[in-house]
């Protein structure tokens, strides 16, 4: 495509929307912890909720396509151009605590949440350190590990649902098993209140350091964590290790040897890794009976 093509719909948006960050020709590959994707014309961020539901309702009225991207750390992006907007969250960071409950922008990430909880002694959100996410991208997901998931501790939540602002109580959230109705039905998370419990601030420590200490194990290198959803109550690695597939390899992507539900991308491609998630379900299906739905999410 030519340059000027490239960054039509960059000057389209630019031009209505002249004070809002934006970036022409945004790489997924650079903006995703598995290091894989093409090119998207545009990436916009805005700044406030009110922005955000402008610019979706700009979207919808003008049919352009749009994707949403927290940290990047569950999403493989396919490897061709995408024409059209990324909308990224990372200027939401507003956060506030009433009492025990934090009200925190979706742009706030995992590390930032639990030192904000520490800092006002309010416990809670230990379980969540070291999991790489924006919350928005966390709630939407509900990431969690076995003893907490967001559903734990979400209150509301402030999204923008085609254009409009909206409140949904954590009930409206519709959890589910790494799904959400925020997913299900593509709304925007700007900001969520979050509830916790007040506990010294040395508790507090020790269980980051306790949380810490259990993902020291977690593989190295470019990856999306888990790849698949366990399949009520049975562990999706350990199915995958059992059907004999650790280390299996496809061009560049290959499945860790330490954890059979994580797959590294070692220099490979979107095809690569995309091959290998079908043939693991292909061969779990096929040992075992049971098929293997995933966790990550495919964008745009
Ligand atoms: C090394 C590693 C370890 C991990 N460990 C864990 C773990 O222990 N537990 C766990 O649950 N997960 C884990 N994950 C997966 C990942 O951290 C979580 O799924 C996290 O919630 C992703 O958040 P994100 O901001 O990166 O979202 P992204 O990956 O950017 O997006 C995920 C989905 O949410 C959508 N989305 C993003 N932001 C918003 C928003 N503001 N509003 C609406 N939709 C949005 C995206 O469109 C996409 O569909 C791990 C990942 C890695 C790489």
């Not at 009225?61 to 940290?71: D, N, P, S, T, V």
């Not at 909880?117 to 416990?123: I, P, T």
């Not at 966390?138 to 409009?164: C, L, P, W, Y």
């Not at 059907?243 to 994580?262: D, P, Q």
Request: aromatic content about 8%.
């Amino acid at each position: 495509m030519k340059e000027n093509e490239n960054t039509r719909l960059y000057k389209r948006i630019t031009e209505a929307f002249p004070a809002l960050q934006a970036e022409a020709n945004f790489s997924f590959r650079s903006h995703t912890t598995i290091g894989l994707g093409g090119i998207a014309s545009v990436a916009v961020s805005p700044s406030t909720t009110d922005e955000c539901a402008k610019l979706l309702s700009y979207f919808k009225r003008e049919r352009i396509a749009y994707c949403f991207l927290g940290a990047g750390a569950n999403v493989l992006p396919s490897d061709g151009y995408f024409d059209g907007a990324v909308v990224r969250f990372q200027r939401l960071k507003c956060t506030y605590l009433e009492g025990t409950q934090l009200y925190v922008g979706a742009g706030i990430n995992g590390t930032a949440l639990c030192s904000l909880g520490k800092s006002a002694s309010v416990s809670g959100f230990e379980p969540f350190i070291g999991i790489p996410f924006t919350v928005g991208g966390g709630v939407a997901m509900n990431a969690g590990i076995a003893q907490s998931h967001f559903e734990d501790v979400v209150v509301r939540v402030t999204a923008v649902d085609g254009g409009k602002i909206r409140t949904f109580s954590a009930k409206e959230c519709a959890f589910q098993e790494k799904d959400s109705v925020f997913l299900r039905e593509k709304i925007a998370i700007t900001g969520v209140l979050l509830k916790g419990k007040y506990a010294p601030r040395k508790r507090i420590s020790e269980n980051e350091c306790f949380y810490r200490m259990r993902r020291s194990g977690l593989p190295k290198g470019r990856s999306m964590g888990c790849v698949f959803v366990n399949p009520s109550g049975i562990s999706a690695g350990r199915l995958i290790e059992e059907c004999g597939l650790k280390g299996t390899r496809m061009g560049g992507a290959r499945i860790s040897e330490i954890h059979a539900n994580f797959i590294i991308n070692e220099c490979g491609t979107f095809q690569d890794v995309a091959l290998l998630i079908d043939y693991v379900k292909r061969e779990v299906a096929n040992h075992t009976g049971i098929v293997l739905r995933e966790e990550i999410r495919r964008i745009p």
